[in-house]
């Protein structure tokens, strides 16, 4: 089926101010919950409490045990039926005094700001070498293991300013992150450098996970897009130029940690689960403001909404605060494979990791037929509505709940307008100060009202 076919599904869920002649049950509770969400809500202070009393959140750290404490204790006192946790296993990754990076330009040394990318080594000492700029890893294999063998090698294709969508961007260039090193190690490479992820010319560094494949490993460090301008420039000049590189960063044994599950148990349908949920590990740069703290109390919200207004689900809520999206995903595994066992069933599992800008829609994934029976009903009950900007179309529905496809559920991810998310994303700018108040209560509304729906008519 077309992609547009679906558009009018979710018009209702997500539009804030309804024009109808007659009096609408469904259009006055989605204008109490937007009334509320920008008058009433706590979700702004829940994030400040995370990104400035928790702090950084990375997987085995001190601050992502700390997050597990604060949003479990809030979510228990906010009235939730049941919270407990789903335990995983973690990586325990460190940057510890991060990372230096420097050319050697006719006898004089530059400094490049830069970071070590998620799950890299260190360097043990200091690494100075020749820099091989690359585009592609296709490009490793024609230059094979004669032209790498010895030297650092630096990834340099930038994301598309040309694409509107930027994540379409950031995906079509993440693999140099994300494989780079391991790639580059294949053929002898001492240590790989990567253009940071981002659309801006800036002189942040953007860290990322980067993945190891066998046992050859290298560091793996990420510059800013300002300086790896000018080192494609200097390569122009100086083909021989040298950079010395040092990096602490360091991987130690896995770590115990959970997510943390809250639940509103269903009045008619118990065993039908509707879950909103963000995660709750960061990297460890800024904050984790953007990714995911506005993902996580955008779906602590839908709680505190609902149950402000004493709403009474037919069906059983679950809030979910995954750990270690960034460098793992074991939140998301482990919490599939813990409902899978129990035999349970999602009819619905919206993910919030887009950021806390303003609201464009949702996007979803599922089998086709029941994306077609979805389609139906809801179109049914809601095709005299219309937006001008706010949809429900096909696309992903997010990192943490593709686990529980197998369950044949609608899988939904919540969209933002994500132009800016890039400037941001991994870098030490993600903070508090960096998200916009009424953006972040939009969110939680268009979430809530979405979460209301579904559970009035089920899918």
């Not at 204008?31 to 008058?39: A, D, F, N, R, V």
């Not at 919030?352 to 139906?376: H, L, M, N």
């Amino acid at each position: 089926m077309k992609a547009n076919s679906i558009f009018p599904l979710l018009i209702v869920a997500i539009l804030p101010n309804f024009l109808f002649a007659q009096e609408d049950t469904d259009a006055l509770f989605i204008k109490e919950i937007y009334e509320y969400s920008l008058s009433d809500s706590k979700v702004h202070g829940y994030l400040k409490h995370l990104c400035k009393e928790v702090g950084p959140r990375l997987s085995g750290s001190a601050g992502a045990a700390e997050a597990v404490k604060y949003t479990q204790n809030t979510l228990q006192q906010m009235g939730s039926d049941t919270v407990f946790l789903v335990d995983c296993m973690v990586p325990h990754w460190e940057q510890g005094k991060g990372s230096e990076v420097s050319a050697i330009l006719q006898n004089e040394k530059k400094m490049l700001r830069s970071t070590p990318l998620g799950n890299s080594i260190g360097t043990e000492g200091i690494i100075e070498a020749e820099v091989i700029e690359v585009n592609h890893l296709d490009s490793l294999e024609k230059l094979g293991e004669e032209k790498l063998k010895g030297k650092i090698v630096f990834f340099n294709r930038p994301m598309d300013n040309a694409l509107i969508n930027t994540g379409h961007a950031y995906g079509r260039a993440v693999d140099q992150r994300v494989y780079g090193a391991t790639k580059s190690a294949q053929y002898g490479a001492r240590a790989a450098i990567v253009r940071s992820m981002t659309t801006k010319i800036d002189d942040l560094p953007h860290t990322g996970v980067t993945i190891y494949e066998g046992m050859n490993k290298i560091p793996a460090i990420a510059i800013s897009t300002l300086d790896a301008e000018w080192l494609s420039e200097a390569l122009l000049t100086e083909p021989t130029l040298k950079l010395t590189v040092k990096s602490d960063a360091r991987n130690y044994n896995e770590k115990p940690s959970h997510s943390v599950v809250a639940e509103i148990r269903g009045s008619e349908f118990p065993d039908e689960i509707i879950l909103v949920g963000g995660h709750l590990d960061s990297w460890d740069l800024g904050e984790g403001a953007h990714d995911d703290g506005t993902g996580c109390v955008h779906s602590m919200q839908v709680f505190e909404t609902l149950m402000a207004l004493d709403y009474k689900p037919k069906r059983t809520l679950r809030c979910v605060m995954f750990m270690n999206e960034e460098n793992g995903l074991a939140g998301g595994l482990s919490y599939a494979e813990y409902s899978n066992e129990r035999e349970e069933h999602h009819i619905a599992a919206i993910e919030s990791d887009g950021g806390g800008f303003t609201p464009r829609g949702f996007t979803c994934t599922a089998d086709e037929e029941v994306f077609i029976d979805q389609y139906k009903k809801l179109n049914a009950l809601f095709e005299p509505l219309t937006s001008y900007d706010l949809y429900l179309k096909k696309g992903g529905g997010g990192a943490d709940i593709n686990p529980l496809k197998s369950q044949q559920g609608l899988l939904i991810g919540f969209r933002v307008d994500n132009q800016r998310y890039f400037d941001l994303h991994h870098t030490a700018a993600d903070v508090f100060e960096n998200v916009n108040q009424r953006e972040l209560e939009l969110g939680a509304a268009a979430m809530t009202s979405l979460v209301y729906l579904i559970d009035k008519y089920g899918l």
